[in-house]
């Protein structure tokens, strides 16, 4: 929202009110997938698919701010996205992939 990861269930529909909003289904342009969604593909970094739009996003968040983040600056900015199928290694890989050092 603006620019900034939130929890949507979190969030009073009257607090999004005006702001900018983007779900995973806007990142992808004129049907080509964001950088983002493909490394995912590429890294085999989706398996259920449950927590992907949530890490997808605070990752796009995180590279918006910093664009060649370390691993560890990775797995702190996807902090609070569980994924129980993954493991994260995947989910890490594919994010450096697109923004690492
Ligand atoms: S891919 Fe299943 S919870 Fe992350």
Same mark, same amino acid.
């Given at each position: 929202?603006?620019g900034?990861?939130v929890?949507?269930?979190?969030t009073?529909? /009257?607090?999004?009110q005006? +702001?900018d909003?983007?779900t995973?289904?806007g /990142?992808a342009?004129?049907g080509k /997938?964001?950088p983002?969604?493909?490394?995912?593909i590429?890294h085999?970094?989706?398996?259920?698919?449950?927590?992907t739009?949530?890490?997808i996003?605070?990752a796009?968040?995180?590279l918006? +701010?910093?664009p060649?983040p370390?691993?560890?600056?990775v797995?702190?900015?996807i902090a609070?996205? /569980?994924?129980r199928?993954?493991?994260?290694t995947?989910?890490?890989e594919?994010?450096?992939?697109?923004?690492?050092?």
């Amino acid at each position: 929202m603006d620019g900034k990861t939130v929890n949507a269930c979190l969030t009073l529909a /009257l607090e999004a009110q005006g +702001k900018d909003i983007m779900t995973i289904e806007g /990142l992808a342009q004129n049907g080509k /997938l964001h950088p983002l969604q493909q490394a995912f593909i590429d890294h085999f970094a989706v398996q259920c698919g449950f927590c992907t739009p949530g890490m997808i996003l605070s990752a796009k968040a995180l590279l918006d +701010k910093n664009p060649h983040p370390t691993e560890e600056e990775v797995r702190k900015g996807i902090a609070g996205n /569980l994924c129980r199928c993954t493991g994260y290694t995947k989910i890490v890989e594919a994010i450096l992939a697109v923004g690492g050092k």
